[in-house]
T-cell receptor
C-alpha cells in the first residue's frame, strides 16, 4: 500500500470555480503534512502546511483529519495561474531522521 | 539570496558512464535529500543525509551513491549500474529547527542514451 494516495485527476475547472483535492495517508505516526504546488518541469514549491485546526491562506484552505488519516485542499475562485500539479506530502520522524512521503500529485487545469 | 542550487539543469550522457549531479545550499540546513521523479509518479527518495559525514539509503538507492563532506554540499552520482537513469532529479533540504517543510532546488533533468 502506498504511504500517500491522491486522486491524479485531471481536474479541469472554469475560472472562478471552487475545487477540492483529497489525500489519504497510511501511517498513523505521520507528524507533519503539507501541500506543494509543482508547475510543469519545475521543482515543487510549498503551498501550505496543514494543521488539525485547519488553516487558510487567501483562496486556499487546508484541512487535516487525523482520525480518518485524510488531508484536503480547497481552492476558491480559481485563477488561470492556479493550473499546476498539487502534491500531498507527509512527514515522519524516524530513528534515522525526517522522512517525507509524496503523493503522485493531482493535476489541475483552470479554463478561461 | 539563500537557496538551493543544482547544476546543470540538463545533462546528457551515454549509457555506461557515471555522472555526478551537484547540489549546494546556503540555507545552513542540516538535512539534505535526493529524489527522483518520473512521469506519472510521485517523488521517490534515493538518499538522505541528516548531518555531515552521514547518509542513509532511501527507497531506490541501488545504482546511486552520495557523499556529505560539507554541510552545504550533497552530490549524487548516478552509476552505470542504475538501469533506468533517465529522470528528473531533485535535491531538497530542511532545517532541523524549522517547521519541517522541505525546500527544493530547481532540479536536473538527466537523459541517458
Amino acid at each position: 500500500r502506498k504511504e500517500v494516495e491522491q486522486d491524479p485527476g485531471p481536474f479541469n475547472v472554469p475560472e472562478g470555480a471552487t475545487v477540492a483535492f483529497n489525500c489519504t495517508y497510511s501511517n498513523s505516526a505521520s507528524q507533519s503534512f503539507f501541500w506543494y504546488r509543482q508547475d510543469c518541469r519545475k521543482e515543487p514549491k510549498l503551498l501550505m502546511s496543514v494543521y488539525s485546526s485547519g488553516n487558510e491562506d487567501g483562496r486556499f484552505t487546508a484541512q487535516l483529519n487525523r482520525a480518518s488519516q485524510y488531508i484536503s485542499l480547497l481552492i476558491r475562485d480559481s485563477k488561470l495561474s492556479d493550473s499546476a500539479t498539487y502534491l500531498c506530502v507527509v512527514n515522519m520522524q524516524t530513528n534515522t531522521g525526517n522522512q517525507f512521503y509524496f503523493g503522485t500529485g493531482t493535476s489541475l487545469t483552470v479554463i478561461p | 539570496d539563500g537557496g538551493i542550487t543544482q547544476s546543470p539543469k540538463y545533462l546528457f550522457r551515454k549509457e555506461g558512464q557515471n555522472v555526478t549531479l551537484s547540489c549546494e545550499q546556503n540555507l545552513n540546513h542540516d538535512a539534505m535529500y535526493w529524489y527522483r521523479q518520473d512521469p506519472g509518479q510521485g517523488l521517490r527518495l534515493i538518499y538522505y543525509s541528516q548531518i555531515v559525514n552521514d547518509f542513509q539509503k532511501g527507497d531506490i538507492a541501488e545504482g546511486y551513491s552520495v557523499s556529505r563532506e560539507k554541510k552545504e554540499s550533497f552530490p549524487l552520482t548516478v552509476t552505470s549500474a542504475q538501469k533506468n537513469p533517465t529522470a528528473f532529479y531533485l535535491c531538497a533540504s530542511i532545517s532541523r529547527a524549522g517547521g519541517g517543510e522541505q525546500y527544493f532546488g530547481p532540479g536536473t533533468r538527466l537523459t541517458v542514451t
